[in-house]
Every structure is written in structure tokens, then in C-alpha cells.
């Protein structure tokens, strides 16, 4: 379908993408628990999550939340032959199993360490669960580099110049006319020569140059997340959701806990703390977001910082 006749049939529709994903949301358990049972839309109960998610940076955000929504008093989960393997730690009988998301499998079992018994030969555990409130001083390594350089793969175009001191960056969608497409590693020929693929310009992340490191790597995840959030469109459903046309205050509230949430668990103090303080002080609910999409994004980011994703599939 051409861009013109999607455009024509989006007014036929008279339902904005926003209000299509809104539709589907039965589809999302997440978002069921958020918006049916009202389970942490209290301000005061999201902000225990994130604090917990940001805590429990062992585990991934979504699976942190998912021990979070089972034992909300949880320090430290591991499966069964873990606890005794690498802490010689043994669970206890009749303990209760939390249920979280296995990488390439289905579920997985673990257990708290309140539900573990330790022996003669037990091992501590890390200082971030025994001391979880300990102040770190956290800086941005390689995820730096990494994040932009896995950015090329979706047509994000990262750079920077000056701006005034109330402006940290933006991200908006472009045709790609005129500019240079980025290149991405798409892997290696059989002489062992780096493949290149080429990607069009799609979108362009604007950053303060003024800002310190840090601050431009919050920024980045800022910005990352209206995109991966779908909060300026898609270009293919199955990569990221089309979620335009949500309210404003919902679009920042989303943006600001994925960066809250990739900061706090690498230790770096950020603006979207004092966003998300102010506005949960003045309000007692929070918006109605997408939990699962909050999630979803968070895991996206931090993955993108850590190793290098594969090229996207236009079939994907």
C-alpha cells in the first residue's frame, strides 16, 4: 500500500494507531493488570515498582517485574541448582516457586533467598543485594558507543550540536531524502571481510553537545524510548509498535520511566527521577501507559548497550 492510500485509509478508519493499540490491549496481560485491576497505577505503588526494577538489576526489567507482581518483598531470586551450585545454598521444603520469562524457552522457576537455607560452606551474595540502597557513583562505559552504533540499524541517525541550556535533544521521523544512508554490520563474507548493509535515514536524534556524557546518554534513552514506544509511528509494525496519537503527558511518563529505569540500573542519576517525583507528588494515579511496552523498551535499550543486535528483517 502506498504511503498516500495508508494515509487516506487511516481517516477511513477514524481510529488513530494510539486508539488501534488501545484495542488490542486484552492481548497484553500487562497492560490488563494495569488498566483492569488498577494494580500500580497509585502513584505511590508504581513508584515501588520502578524503585524495585531499577534495584533488582540481576534480572531483566520485565522479569523483574514479574517478581515484583508475585513477591513484592523479594532481594534475590535464582532457580533451584543455582542457589546450590554457585552459593551451596538449599531451598527450603515447601517453598513457594516464582515464575519469570526464560531466554529461549518458555518459563523458568526460581526461588528468593528468603526461601534458601544456608549451610557450613554457603557463599555471600552479591554486595548489590546485600547493601541495595548503597549509593553508587555510576558511569557510562561502552554502552555509550554501542547504543548509537545499534541505533544505525532502525534508520536512527545520532548527533549533535549546540543547543540552549533548557534543551537536552529530541528525535524526529524523516524521509531520508538527500542524506547518506548509515551502514550497519550485517556480518562477515567468506574471506572473513566485514559485510556492510545500508540503512536510509529514517529518524534523527538531536543532543545537546553541551551535555556531559552521562547526561547525553539519558538523553539518548529518552529519545529512544518515544521512538520504540511508538510514539511517532513505525516503520514496520513487528519491529516496534504505531502508538501515535496518545496524550502528551502519557508519551513523557513512558519516556521518562525508561529512562529512569536504564539509568538507575547502571547508577546514573538523572533528571527523569525528579520528573517522576514531581509528577506522582501532585497526582495520586498515574497515567494510563503501556506497563508491558515500558518494559519491553527498557530490555531493548539495555541490550542495545551491551553487544551488538543483528540487522533488522524487512519480514520480520
Not at 86 to 107: C, D, F, H, S, T
Not at 186 to 214: C, H, T
Not at 219 to 227: G, P, Q, R
Request: hydrophobic letters at 35%.
Amino acid at each position: 500500500m502506498s504511503e498516500f492510500s495508508a494515509q487516506q485509509q487511516m481517516l477511513f478508519d477514524d481510529i488513530t494507531p494510539a486508539q488501534r493499540w488501545d484495542e488490542e490491549a486484552t492481548k497484553r496481560s500487562l497492560d490488563d493488570l494495569f488498566n483492569f485491576t488498577r494494580q500500580y497505577r497509585s502513584s505511590d505503588a508504581y513508584r515501588a515498582l520502578i524503585d524495585f526494577i531499577a534495584r533488582f538489576r540481576f534480572y531483566a526489567p520485565y522479569n523483574a517485574m514479574l517478581v515484583h507482581i508475585q513477591m513484592p518483598g523479594a532481594r534475590f531470586v535464582a532457580p533451584a541448582y543455582r542457589w546450590v551450585k554457585q552459593y551451596a545454598r538449599l531451598v527450603k521444603p515447601n517453598a513457594r516457586p516464582l515464575v519469570i520469562l526464560q531466554p529461549m524457552g518458555p518459563v523458568m522457576f526460581v526461588f528468593d533467598v528468603s526461601d534458601t537455607e544456608s549451610g557450613p560452606d554457603s557463599k555471600p551474595l552479591p554486595q548489590g543485594v546485600e547493601k541495595p540502597f548503597d549509593v553508587r557513583q555510576g558511569s557510562v562505559g561502552s554502552e555509550f558507543k554501542q547504543t548509537v552504533e545499534n541505533a544505525k540499524r532502525d534508520g536512527i541517525r545520532i548527533w549533535s550540536q549546540q543547543e540552549g541550556s533548557q534543551s537536552a535533544g529530541s528525535i524526529r521521523a524523516v524521509n531520508g531524502r538527500g542524506l547518506p544512508p548509515l551502514f550497519f554490520p550485517s556480518g562477515k563474507d567468506k574471506e572473513g571481510n566485514q559485510i556492510n548493509v545500508a540503512i536510509p535515514v529514517r529518524y534523527e536524534l538531536l543532543m545537546n553537545e553541551n551535555l556531559n556524557r552521562e547526561a547525553c546518554y539519558a538523553t539518548i534513552a529518552h529519545e529512544l524510548a518515544h521512538m520504540y514506544c511508538g510514539h511517532i509511528g513505525t516503520p514496520n509494525p513487528k519491529w516496534w509498535p504505531d502508538r501515535r496519537g496518545l496524550a502528551h503527558e502519557v508519551r513523557e511518563f513512558e519516556a521518562e520511566s525508561v529512562a529512569y529505569l536504564i539509568c538507575e540500573r547502571l547508577g546514573i542519576k538523572n533528571p527523569s527521577d525528579e520528573y517522576l517525583a514531581g509528577y506522582m507528588g501532585k497526582n495520586q494515579e498515574v497515567p494510563s501507559i503501556s506497563l508491558e511496552c515500558v518494559m519491553k523498551v527498557v530490555g531493548l535499550i539495555e541490550q542495545m548497550g551491551r553487544q551488538r543486535l543483528k540487522p533488522r528483517k524487512e519480514k520480520e
